[in-house]
């Protein structure tokens, strides 16, 4: 493995935001939830995804916030320890080592700095036992505190989440597990055991699911499995309690939820109903249908303004006041199988894949984050188990993303195949695809393969079925314009009433070969010529895929006895054949390589190659357990620059694969991560807002806003910029605050201050009529002073003499000295 | 949360014809105006002048009519025998006209004697025509000999003794007043030029020759014989373009349309076929009551008019835009539509402030009742009777949408006599219906599973079951029979068809083990 250093294998494609119930935190701006390895968080009003709490190093089973702090999350995981996180900057604070594997956290306000985990019993550790035990947290300002004292409160509990929940003020917890309920009160140090029948029959099924305490009254609501709902009341003690039961579920009731004033208890099944039941009158209640699949958490935020429900594809909705769906976050959709192949949307490079049931979803593999779904079926879809429902169960692209072809089928017991082939064009109006043409009972049976011709030209589709057939589709051209054109078939082709199971078309689409079990025929598209069949017993042909590029005149096949074939075009012979058990063959369709996934002994190996050479470019054993089922090459938006020959078949594009488990893997190279870690980097730009790629674009995007306006006001702006320049300003606005005079006190002066270069104009012209006055007032009292002119004219006139003549206009200037009013700089001295 | 999705209505592709633009345009004649002549109609031809009179040519008359008249506006009727080939000068002042009694009269259109008379042939002369220039006549007669007449002088100029059979048809050149074609019963169809003693061209129709047309351009000559109407192209020197087979008849008449797009050719068959002079497909057909002998159109296409063997004279005129108009406008006077637009078709102005509203969707009343789960009910509304009898697909998309949720069964069942005997006529009606057999044969076997108990208690019941009973065998002996058919044609389409050997160098050996001795490369696969 150290030769094969600088290629990793890496998770790709989102982790399950759906496994543990999510949190709203206190002011409902960030939702948290548990995903994969770490937390993200989500803000609530936009959906978005803010950042991720990093730091267990395995799967996060609960978010809980500290009831003492409520900007503080804990989370547990099974990694053994307990985290407490500040969640606004994504600061890990403490961490809490138990020692065991932690399956979910519970905390209230009444036991502050206790957290009660569900931990496997100590002495059962691989069993299926689990005790919740109460954790007293110690305080110590280190960063990693061991925490092993665990007090048993309750043994043999479940491990799900839901099957536990602290009651009024924190007084008792209740647990239920098969079809037991058990009530711990913390005062008496004491439990009550309350058991229901088994009850099997007339189809009901009391196993308890779930558990949810009325957080004002003594009041716990239990969910079953028959989809009742029971309330117990006066249960402390032993003998005289008592239950209503509730009923309108027809499955299990997967989760129940009180809101926080407990005037509403919330329940969600696989009806994907959310069920709003009123808790004093029983009998009401509201619903909020079609949310999509079934519910598996409720959460209410602490306020009780926003709900939010996890489903089981992988989806988070956000419900403003039980009314209105407000926000949906939905991760990548793993369903319970992928019937498609993982295909490369030509246009969005979205990875597309089966997603809801009967639909197709796209998603970004750059992003990590689901475009949208496309709705194939267009049906309604009842929710309920074993019902036939229709799959999409292929799906393909033409070359430039223009068609999309879809088969979806539904398989009755005893009954035949239903099975629609749907022709979708992509419309530029609306960028989404627009329904063409249904082809009901394209074949007579299954649908085995599906290509477009990769060719320019012609748009053509070829289908092979399990009845013996294929059949190649076209798009009927009109000659008139108006009408849209619509799909037909061109051509039916068989051979030997032999079974095809693959198909494949060369580069250029000038070939088509089909494989009929042990032969491979090949065929022209343009007249539908069979050219040459091609064999190699025994086994069927389970692959088949043309080289490309400087490859494209060899043909290779995986056939099932054990043996990958290569055969040459040209000379129509077999070039080279090698003795593996190939599950998969993809080619890259930007270089010459082919990726082959070999099952060995219960583990898959990859091997990647050229055709024109046996010797693999590349090979890794032990890829993961089981079958590789499905893998494509994602074209990569950069070329990478590497000239290692072992990482060179990943310059152009990206293999991805699924797992038997239904992991999304891919391979990275030392220098992709490297490029990554650097690209992080640069988007920590601003901490003060939330970074999301909106407020990236659109904050640059106001940035050069700004300094264009800035730009345009430039002579302005220095105007105004004039006085704060000023000293006195700066230190006045740099002086602390608590040494300043009262902000009242000094705002008028200060925005007198600024006024002075705009207003100067305007006073002088004041003071110059003032001055007027004054002089004419002066000129008056002088006239009026002329009886006694004499008399000041002998004290006035040695004054006169003694002090240097001053002209009218120095007067002036003197005047209005003295007339300035510099009040304000006095005070200022003052202070 | 996302909405109801309604149930999907299948749209099952219409059967018959497919509308194209052809099809409107042939379509948009009024019903036809019939007159009964006294014979066999043989020729039509339209005088080009304004308004645009056409003169009809039966048994031993020659009818000129208006264009909206049903009355002739004048007759001549100065013929000894069945005049033939009634035909307009370019001027519409002049009519020629040949006789089984050999003499050809010209006559003025406003006066009634012969102007006239050409004597020479000494056979029936079934063509006639004037040349370009007007001066001149050219007649083809029984007696193998086509001739050239002055008429200032009423002399023969030159005659042509080529043709070994009666000569039956004829045209002259438009753009070249010595130029004309005739077409005889000997399979040929001749070029003449007047100004050289022979024939310049001679074609092979290998059919006795009914009618001749030249294309407006004169490049393309159209020959009609037999079952067979033949495009030559003259400027290659009569070089046979296409032949087209598409009556069962002799054809007897070619047309062209106005705008010369479209040919038009009329058989003993009763059929008239419209050619695409493109790609010379037929985009349409008009079917006639007996077999037609003539065929004519009016300039802009603004009638066609058709002779028939019975006498019969049948003309179509275009329906005028008015009276589209005025059809249109009854449907928009209806007042449920009036109502239903109100205020739709409002386009906001410029500075108008657009409220939006979110747009109600609306369900069908069966959607309605899917929705609440109440699936008896929306089988109910389902099977309303307007709705089970206009649009059974209704029905059957809900019959299907309810197997599909599992629930067809609960439906179906806890029905009373009525509601049972309804359900019973509408599988009766519809179970042996290609499109919804899938879906009814479930829906049988479960009413007939459900309702097996109550069988022998009510009559109508029984009698219902009986019927779909005998329906289903039937069907069953239909279906054996077609298998049979199909059978017995798959062998005939089998040994009809030329065998073709495939190359397939590794189906009977595996070439991977013999990859040594098979190293002849596929040359097929080099050029691909």
Known sequence: MVVHAEIRMVHRGGSKINFREPVITHDSRFLLCAAGESVNVYSTSTEEYVHDLQGHTDLVTGVVLNPSNHLQVYSCSADGTVRLWDFTDAILIKTFIIGYPIYSIYVSEKHGGVVFLVVPMANYKSSELFQLVAVHLPHSGDQEVEARELSAVLCDVSH?????????????????????????????????????????????????????????????????????IRMWRNFNQKK?????????????????????????????????????????????????????????????????????????????????????????????????????????????????????????????????????????????????????????????FDARGDWLATVEERRKKGAELEINLKLWAYDELTQSFVLNTTVTAPHEDRITAMFFSPSPETTMLVTTSLDGHFKAWLLADHSDANAEGFWACDFVGGYHLLKPGCCSFSADGSLLSVGFQEVVTVWSPASWELLTTLSQPPGAIRDLCFGRLSCSKYLLGASTKNQLCCWNLLTCSLEWSTPMDVSLLQTDPLSENIAAFCSQSGSSDLFVFKPSEPRPLYSQKALCTGKVQHAVFAPRDQMLESCEERTQWLNRSQLYFLTQHMDLLTFSTKTEEDRLLASSKQLMVDDSVAVTPFYLLLGKHRGQQLEKQEALTNPMAERTQLPQ????????????????????????????????????????????EGEMEREKEEEDSEGEADPRLGESATWGHPEEFGAPALTKAQERELRKVRTFDHSWLSSLLDC | ???????????????????????????????????????????????????????????????????????????????????????????????VAGCEDSVVRLFDVSGKVALRVFKGHTKGVHVTDFTSDCYHILTGSDDYTCRLWDIPNSTELTSYKEHTDYIRCGTTSKLNRDIFITGSYDHTLRVFDARVEKSVMTMDHSQPVESVLLYPSEGLLVSAGGRYVKVWDLLKGGQPLVSLKNHHKTVTCLSLSSNGQRLLSASLDRHVKIYNTTNYKVVHNFDYAASILSLALAPDDESIVVGMTNG??????????????????????????????????????????????????????????LKKFNISKALDTALESWRRNRKPEITVAVMKEL?????????????????????????????VDPRFTPVLVTATEMILDIYQAVVGQSSVVDRQLVRLQELVEREVDYQQDLLEVLGMLDTLFATSLPRKEVPCPGSSRPNGLAEGSLGAPGPQLQAA
Request: glycine fraction near 6%; include cysteine.
């Open chain 1, 240 to 396: 005289e309690y008592t239950y209503s039961t509730l009923h309108w579920h027809h499955g299990a009731v997967n989760t129940l939820c009180f809101t926080p004033e407990g005037t509403n208890l919330l329940s969600g099944g696989i009806e994907s109903v959310l069920v709003h039941w009123h808790y004093t009158q029983e009998n009401q209640k509201d619903f909020l249908p079609r949310l999509g699949a079934a519910i598996t958490h409720i959460a209410v935020s602490p306020d009780g303004s926003l709900f939010c429900t996890s489903h089981s594809d992988n989806k988070i909705t956000i419900i403003q006041s039980c009314v209105k769906v407000s926000a949906v976050i939905q991760g990548l959709v793993k369903g319970d199988g992928v019937w498609t192949n993982l295909i490369i949307d030509p246009r969005s490079k979205a990875l597309v894949l089966n997603g809801k049931p009967g639909h197709l979803q796209f998603y970004s593999l750059h992003h990590d984050k689901q475009l949208y779904n496309l709705d194939i079926v267009q049906q309604e879809y009842i929710h309920e188990e074993g019902l036939d429902q229709f799959e999409v169960v292929k799906a393909a």
């Open chain 2, 312 to 369: 019969v004279l049948s003309i179509k005129h275009r329906k005028s835009p008015e009276e589209k108009r005025e059809m249109v406008g009854k449907q928009r006077m209806q007042p449920v539509y009036r109502i239903f637009v109100k205020g739709r078709n409002y386009v906001p102005k410029k500075d108008d402030f657009l409220v939006s509203k979110p747009v109600k969707s609306h369900l069908a009343k069966y959607d309605k009742q």
């Open chain 1, 725 to 768: 320049g000023s000293i006195a300003i700066k230190e006045l606005l740099h002086t602390p605050a608590h040494v300043l005079p009262s902000a009242s006190f000094l705002c008028a002066m200060f925005v007198r201050s600024l006024l002075i270069s705009s207003s100067s104009a305007r006073e002088e012209k004041e003071h110059e």
């Open chain 2, 403 to 431: 197997d599909r949720r599992g629930t067809l069964k609960n439906a179906l069942a806890g029905r009373d006599e009525q509601n049972l005997s309804q359900l019973l006529n509408f599988l009766i009606g519809n179970v």
């Open chain 1, 160 to 228: 799900h989440p839901g099957a536990a929940s602290f009651g009024r003020e924190g007084e008792y917890i209740a647990a239920v597990k098969g079809l037991q309920l058990e009530v711990f009160f913390f005062k008496k140090q004491k439990s009550y055991r309350f058991s229901l029948k088994s009850g099997m029959k007339k189809g009901a099924k009391n196993a308890f699911t779930c558990v949810s305490c009325h957080p004002k009254e003594d009041c716990i609501a239990t969910g079953h499995e028959d989809g009742k």
């Open chain 2, 1 to 95: 949360m996302a909405s109801f999705k309604s149930t999907k209505i299948p749209i099952y592709p219409k059967l018959g014809e497919k509308v194209t633009p052809d099809t409107l345009y042939w379509k948009n004649y009024k019903a036809p105006v019939q007159i009964k002549e006294f014979g066999a109609v043989t020729s039509i031809d339209f005088s080009s002048l304004a308004p645009h009179n056409y003169a009809v040519t039966a048994s031993t008359r020659i009818h000129i009519y208006g264009p909206f008249s049903t009355e002739p506006v004048k007759t001549f009727t100065r013929f000894k025998d069945t005049a033939y080939s009634g035909k307009f000068r370019s001027d519409g002042q002049l009519l």
